[in-house]
């Protein structure tokens, strides 16, 4: 039998939603963080060609259960501490199970793990399984079956680890915050088992945080290598991650070494600081943002992911499409490092304009928009000074708030702290997202 290497959207068998970090209630309020959560259920809904099957969701679903700093006593709120914490978290288990019961059909699974905002040293592990077993008020029970139906170890979902089984299909769940050697003893056994018996078909793992130089933001924010070191045994695993709350429009949010690494983004909003680790850096975030993942697998075992946009309910550029598992591994090979030479590095047009000027805070820059053929990343800026000392900054192209090239602006500005009189030269350069620069623009003053 000849490997079907194209996806077939007319034998779809499964259909997942996948979201990450809704972070229910939020510093923004509880009202707002319920209209996002139902908003980005309704377009996973309404958007899927084919009915959902289940719905995955990649851990941070509170903000403040083990966050101080997002606890808010007084203004109507609890002036005592605890009793501010209790309330809210209690408010955010009712807009979970209001929204997961409007909005998910009763008979699509949800299979979730927890991340640091939900658990810490798994302390809140039976809390979550008590509160998603209730439909009206903690205890009563009533929910149980609709949550946990597909979990085949009941005793590993108490120590928050799951293994679930729907439509031949399975998935390992790993919280955060539990202990780093039973994880992977728990994830080694069931992998094993599983690969025995089906070597050919997808496994996902569901686990919070990110496994060290795989996704875009991996290297400062993974903190799994035990996991890393396992699944480079299991090419047909798919690690769905969040945490970092990184745009879909990055192409580094899929990763395949050996194995595939997915970035799953955030529901509650998107950070984009184009450099990391790096000094002066322009940090694009927005709450209105709102992304996740739509994956699709067909009767052979190809899979296809959209990436969705929820605030602006739209597409994120073209799907990823993956070939099924198979013993050459020639499902890893679309999505590797290999991609930064798939498109030329960004360039400035021939109309290139740059405004410099003096501001209350700084110096004022303004500049026009890189043309790429993907999405231009971000622009380094070096300021040189008559002394012939040099300052590097950071501009991002804001390119996390578009769903498209497109949609976004055709010129960029934005105020530094940096003493205009001193300025000698200014020089641009636009980079892609793997930091390949295009020709660099220099103007004197």
């Not at 067909?298 to 990823?320: A, E, F, Q, V």
């Amino acid at each position: 039998m000849g490997l079907n290497l194209n996806f077939n959207p007319d034998e779809t068998v499964l259909t997942l939603s996948v979201m990450s970090d809704i972070h229910a209630n939020g510093c923004w309020g509880l009202e707002g963080s319920e209209k996002t959560i139902r908003n980005a259920l309704k377009y996973a809904n309404e958007v899927a060609p084919n009915k959902i099957d289940a719905f995955l969701f990649v851990g941070d679903f509170t903000d403040c259960l083990n966050s101080k700093a997002n606890v808010i006593m007084g203004h109507g709120w609890p002036t005592d501490y605890d009793e501010a914490k209790a309330y809210q978290s209690s408010m955010e288990f009712g807009i979970l199970r209001r929204c997961f019961q409007e909005e998910i059909a009763e008979d699509a699974e949800i299979i979730y793990c927890l991340g640091n905002h939900d658990s810490i040293n798994r302390n809140n592990t039976e809390r979550f399984i008590t509160e998603f077993a209730s439909r009206d008020e903690v205890g009563d029970n009533k929910n149980f079956e609709r949550m946990y139906r597909t979990d085949t170890d009941l005793e590993a979902l108490h120590k928050g680890m799951r293994h679930c089984v729907y439509k031949d299909y399975h998935f390992l769940c790993v919280d955060m915050e539990n202990d780093r050697t039973e994880m992977v003893e728990f994830l080694k056994k069931n992998l094993d088992e599983i690969v025995a018996v089906d070597p050919d078909r997808y496994i996902f793992i569901l686990h919070h945080c990110k496994t060290p130089n795989m996704n875009y933001a991996s290297n400062l924010w993974g903190n799994n290598p035990e996991i890393h070191e396992l699944l480079k045994n299991y090419p047909q695993a798919v690690l769905l991650t969040g945490h970092t709350h990184s745009p879909l429009q990055n192409e580094r949010s899929v990763m395949q070494r050996d194995y595939t690494s997915i970035e799953c983004s955030s529901v509650s909003c998107i950070t984009e600081s184009c450099g990391g680790h790096l000094q002066n850096v322009t940090h694009a975030m927005t709450y209105q943002a709102s992304q996740g993942l739509l994956i699709e697998l067909d009767k052979t075992g190809n899979m296809r992911i959209t990436r969705l946009d929820y605030y602006h309910n739209r597409i994120i550029k073209k799907p990823w499409l993956f070939k099924r598992p198979c013993g050459n591994k020639v499902q890893l090979r679309d999505f590797t490092e290999g991609r930064r030479f798939a498109f030329a590095p960004p360039e400035f047009p021939e109309n290139f304009g740059l405004q410099v000027s003096p501001a209350t805070n700084g110096t004022f820059i303004a500049f026009s928009q890189a043309n790429h053929d993907d999405m231009p990343y971000r622009y380094e800026i070096k300021i040189a000074d008559y002394n012939g000392k040099t300052d590097v900054f950071y501009f991002s192209s804001l390119f996390c708030y578009y769903p498209s090239l497109d949609d976004m602006p055709r010129n960029l500005s934005a105020t530094i702290d940096y003493d205009y009189s001193k300025i000698y030269s200014v020089t641009v350069t636009p980079q892609d997202a793997w930091f390949k620069s295009g020709k660099s623009i220099t103007r004197y003053f």
